[in-house]
């Protein structure tokens, strides 16, 4: 049995750790185009002067913000979209009679992006109508990239701090000084900076792909909302980094760096996809339930990791694992079902939208996951770990994907 001493500090550590994630925060939902001018479609008798769009929130311009090409394919807007409070405007030259297109890219404030395109005629049509087509993150590159970023964020975040929970709740005295951990936990923290710099191109790609990837929507996405985001888990990172040095000069105090875990969880909870709003109390579970979600898998998949290294035939290695996954593992599936109520409109959207789809499969996977666990911890973990630990892997794979997808509107 794990010491009272160990799971009070435990108790410390979380209470620290999501801290951030219980403080009031602003509802943030994804930024919608409530106006446009001129509209979908409308037609004039000379080009307007200017092009104006007003979003719900506040946004973040990346590149031009706005562009207006004429008939003739010719960009006439003229320099970078100007904003004011939730508008972005452009000015206009006139290009003669015909179809102009017009489109746009920013990041709102909840760190995700928003773009799309939309025709007008001035004159006569010179081209098929087109009205708005918001395009999101559904760019091939956005999506391949950011998918990628979320998979090497998540198995990061697992083995960087999993392993350390798992050092400090289920090896003798809580200690996680053995130097396989720390090697764990350290390859963690090389995917967590490596998915930095793949998700700041990702989400610059999902923008319009890579061919209008240049050095100004990079810097626009490092000044975004987004950008925050990116800062602050390359500091957690960094630090955690700063911290294991520290571990192995004092060979104690591992278990303080799981409320940076904690912290790092609230983070990107922050930054998860706006829920739905939910009935009574569950409207309140939004932000903390994202940061328990990851958290629970961090234990999960961190601690299978770390038990593969460590284990070694040792039964009472295997059942003190059985008795920190557990409660890991309702967790994480309790949290899993709060946000997908928060995320979908209904039961239809499992199967009607690509979202619900990639969340049917990742359910799926979860249940196959799980009775492989137990059968691992039945002391049968010679036989399933290694299917485990894929399905563990297509698991953070097709969260990575869900950053991606937008949920169903």
């Known amino acids: 049995m794990i010491s009272s001493p160990v799971w009070r500090r435990a108790l410390l550590v979380v209470s620290l750790g999501f801290m951030i994630?219980?403080?009031?925060?602003?509802?943030?939902?994804?930024?919608?185009?409530?106006?446009?001018?001129?509209?979908?479609?409308?037609?004039?008798?000379?080009?307007?002067?200017?092009?104006?769009?007003?979003?719900?929130?506040?946004v973040t311009q990346i590149g031009l913000g706005i562009t207006v090409t004429s008939p003739s394919g010719r960009r006439v807007s003229r320099g970078r979209a100007h904003g004011v409070n939730s508008t972005l405007s452009v000015q206009v030259m006139d290009a003669g009679p015909g179809t102009y297109t017009v489109s746009w890219r920013a990041v709102a404030r909840d760190t995700h992006p928003?773009?799309?395109?939309?025709?007008?005629?001035?004159?006569?049509?010179?081209?098929?109508?087109?009205?708005?087509?918001?395009?999101?993150?559904?760019?091939p590159a956005g999506v391949a990239l950011v998918t990628v970023s979320g998979w090497l964020h998540f198995l990061g975040f697992a083995l960087a701090f999993g392993s350390l929970a798992f050092g400090v709740l289920v090896l003798p005295g809580g200690s996680a000084s053995e130097s396989r951990l720390l090697r764990l936990s350290g390859a963690g923290i090389v995917l967590l900076l490596i998915s930095v710099p793949v998700a700041l191109v990702g989400q610059a790609a999902s923008l319009g792909g890579l061919d209008e990837l240049d050095v100004q929507s990079l810097v626009d996405v490092v000044g975004s909302p987004f950008g925050l985001v990116l800062a602050l888990r390359a500091g957690a990172g960094l630090m955690l980094w700063s911290l294991l040095g520290a571990f192995r000069l004092a060979g104690t105090?591992?278990?303080?760096?799981?409320?940076?875990?904690?912290?790092?969880?609230?983070?990107?909870?922050?930054?998860?996809?706006?829920?739905?709003?939910?009935?009574?109390?569950?409207?309140?579970?939004?932000?903390?339930?994202?940061?328990?979600?990851?958290?629970?898998?961090?234990?999960?998949?961190?601690?299978?990791?770390?038990?593969?290294?460590?284990?070694?035939?040792?039964?009472?290695?295997?059942?003190?694992?059985?008795?920190?996954?557990?409660?890991?593992?309702?967790?994480?599936?309790?949290?899993?079902?709060?946000l997908a109520l928060g995320s979908l409109r209904g039961p239809a959207d499992l199967f009607a939208t690509a979202y619900g789809r990639v969340l049917t499969v990742k359910t799926v996977i979860?249940?196959?996951?799980?009775?492989?666990?137990?059968?691992?911890?039945?002391?049968?973990?010679?036989?399933?770990?290694?299917?485990?630990?894929?399905?563990?892997?297509?698991?953070?794979?097709?969260a990575g994907l869900l950053i991606a997808?937008?949920?169903?509107s």
């Open 21 to 58: 994630t219980v403080l009031p925060h602003p509802a943030l939902a994804h930024a919608k185009v409530l106006t446009l001018d001129p509209g979908p479609g409308d037609r004039h008798t000379q080009a307007p002067g200017a092009v104006s769009i007003t979003f719900s929130e506040p």
């Open 366 to 398: 979860f249940g196959v996951a799980l009775g492989l666990a137990l059968l691992g911890l039945r002391g049968r973990i010679g036989r399933a770990w290694r299917v485990e630990v894929g399905a563990l892997a297509a698991l953070l794979g097709l």
């Open 405 to 408: 997808l937008p949920p169903p």
């Open 114 to 139: 928003t773009s799309g395109t939309y025709t007008f005629d001035v004159g006569h049509a010179s081209a098929a109508t087109t009205s708005v087509g918001n395009a999101g993150l559904l760019t």
């Open 253 to 338: 105090g591992t278990a303080w760096a799981l409320a940076l875990g904690g912290a790092l969880a609230g983070v990107d909870a922050a930054s998860a996809h706006a829920l739905r709003s939910l009935p009574g109390w569950a409207g309140w579970t939004a932000l903390p339930g994202n940061a328990l979600h990851e958290a629970a898998m961090g234990v999960w998949v961190g601690g299978l990791a770390a038990l593969l290294l460590t284990w070694r035939g040792r039964a009472w290695v295997l059942h003190r694992f059985g008795r920190l996954a557990l409660p890991a593992v309702v967790v994480l599936a309790v949290s899993g079902v709060l």
